[in-house]
């Protein structure tokens, strides 16, 4: 059961311009939403986090935007560059018992 | 250094096989998980711990089997009773709790043939 859905699957963007990928959960119970970046042959390390009290955080060139009553939430990478490049999960969990829920991931390529 | 470490990073083995895949860290963290990753599946959960002497099944748990009896190691058993073992394997550690980090170590690739 994919309780977490990550679009688009794969994303070209030129050296500068907005990068965005989006996610939606169906699980209400979830409080923590983070994301993840992986390179090659690499395990994946957090990028940024949200929980659902707050609808937008930012840190740096990475953005999360967050609704609530949609179930739907965002990473938006502003003046995207080539190091960018990698595959970017986001994830769902609850403090209730820790259960980390991935999804799909996405595979980010920055055009020079 | 901190971290979590796997081993080995490579891994091959013949059909109808055992293999058991190593996770320790030093992070003193109380959870600790196993995923699986495939080209165009994402990671998917398959067992994960939160103390020791306890886990839960992921989505993905049959045909694998885990032990957590030292907080530091969550060694995956990828039995033979799994019908594609072929795969990336990631162990990961939180502090648990949730709101927290997972920190992944740097995969094992299994190849079994």
């Known amino acids: 059961q994919q309780q977490v859905k990550q679009s688009p699957q794969s994303l070209i963007v030129q050296k500068g311009g907005i990068s965005i990928i989006n996610c939606a959960y169906e699980?209400?119970?979830?409080?923590?939403f983070p994301w993840y970046q992986q390179f090659p042959g690499k395990g994946p390390a957090l990028l940024i986090a949200?929980?659902?009290?707050?609808s937008e955080k930012k840190e740096g060139r990475f953005t999360i935007s967050f609704n609530k009553s949609a179930k739907q939430f965002s990473l938006h990478i502003m003046d995207s560059q080539p190091g960018d490049s990698a595959t970017y999960f986001c994830?769902?969990?609850?403090?209730?018992?820790?259960?980390?829920?991935f999804g799909k991931g996405t595979r980010l390529h920055i055009l020079p | 250094d901190g971290g979590i470490t796997q081993s080995p990073k490579y891994l091959f083995r013949k059909e109808g096989q055992n293999v058991t895949l190593s996770c320790e860290q030093n992070?003193?963290?109380?959870?600790m998980y196993w995923y699986r990753q495939d080209p165009g599946q994402g990671l998917r959960l398959i067992y994960y711990?939160?103390?020791?002497?306890?886990?839960q099944k992921g989505d993905i748990a049959e045909g694998y089997s885990v032990s957590r009896e030292k907080k530091e190691s969550f060694p995956l058993t990828v039995t033979s009773a799994q019908k594609n073992p072929t795969a990336f394997y990631l162990c990961?550690?939180?502090?648990?709790?949730?709101?927290?980090?997972?920190?992944f170590g740097q995969g094992t690739r299994l190849t079994v043939v």
């Open positions: 992070l003193n963290h109380d959870a």
């Open positions: 949200i929980r659902p009290d707050v």
């Open positions: 699980n209400t119970a979830f409080d923590y």
């Open positions: 994830a769902a969990s609850h403090a209730l018992d820790d259960k980390i829920i």
């Open positions: 990961a550690s939180s502090i648990g709790g949730g709101y927290t980090e997972a920190f």
């Open positions: 711990s939160q103390i020791v002497n306890d886990f």
